[in-house]
């Protein structure tokens, strides 16, 4: 797989559904793929990507944008420069979800996944413990948007997609997609509670078990 071409699941589903494989920290390769993720999220509208998204099979994600203020005036091409190239250039290494609260539901893409865009329910908050750049531990809370886009980044971490866990697919392009959200907002349930259990109340179609 070449790094830094976007592998989509028309082309090489089957490597977006591996497991990516942990980063040792001393990994003299590490620098270079982060670059790879950065200069391609920059040249790109984008909120985050996951490294296996763009060949490589690592458990590591960068954050772009996760300022809903400002994917809000993109979505309604009321953005400046500044905030078009807005990048909060955040990279988690091994991250993991220790706690989950709270519900909320966007309708998500996925640069991997064409124009097919689904209705996903997501923590409002989650507890997230990984590696930075500097190669120290760190517990964050990530609240609201943020928690959804870096959801949504994790699961690939895990070979899962976006399409898999929505309640609802539809196929857009990206302008349709645009004015859809501008009526189908990012919505929050809750923000405190189990998100299992709220996930039960809310969406009982989703819960197997």
Not at 41 to 69: H, P, S, W
Not at 166 to 180: I, N
């Amino acid at each position: 797989m070449e790094k830094g071409t976007v592998v989509t699941t028309k082309e090489n589903e089957a490597y977006l559904r591996q497991v990516s494989q942990p980063v040792e920290l001393d990994d003299k390769d590490l620098e270079a793929d982060i670059q790879i993720l950065e200069e391609y999220c920059k040249a790109n509208e984008v909120m985050a990507m996951a490294a296996v998204q763009l060949g490589i099979a690592k458990r590591f994600v960068y954050l772009k944008n996760t300022r809903l203020d400002i994917i809000r005036k993109i979505q309604r091409s009321e953005n400046s420069d500044e905030e078009a190239n807005y990048n909060e250039a955040r990279v988690l290494i091994n991250p993991v979800i220790i706690k989950k609260e709270g519900l909320t539901d966007y309708w998500e893409a996925c640069a991997s996944c064409g124009n097919y865009i689904g209705h996903v329910y997501r923590p409002y908050r989650i507890v997230v413990e990984y590696f930075g750049i500097d190669g120290e531990q760190h517990c964050d809370i990530f609240e609201g948007f943020e928690s959804t886009v870096l959801s949504h980044e994790m699961d690939h971490l895990d070979g899962i997609l976006h399409m898999d866990v929505a309640t609802e697919v539809l196929e857009k392009t990206p302008e349709e997609r645009k004015l859809w959200r501008q009526t189908h907002d990012y919505h929050v349930y809750s923000q405190d509670g189990d998100t299992l259990e709220l996930m039960k109340k809310e969406v009982p179609v989703m819960i197997k078990k």
